[in-house]
């Protein structure tokens, strides 16, 4: 089953896996992301216009540096209302 658009998972390695981004604040286009921006806009940075960012939850790991990485679904279902 295809993750939620924009889920953030815990993972106990060292990279994303395909179709996750690790959570670490980077700056997206808007324009290649679309779907994403539309769930989360501004709310981790960018100017709204061209860009928008993912959240950075590298401060927040239960125990750091023991290769675990917050990452978020980058492709998936998108979520419903419903």
Known sequence: MDPYLGDIELFAFDFAPSY?????????????????????????GGNGTTTFCLPDLRNALPMQGMGMHYCIAVQGTYPSRN
Not at 23 to 33: K, R, S, W
Not at 37 to 44: H, R
């Open 20 to 44: 996750w981004m690790l959570c670490e604040g980077q700056t997206l286009n808007i324009a290649t992301n679309q779907a994403l921006f539309t769930l989360l806009g501004t709310t981790f």
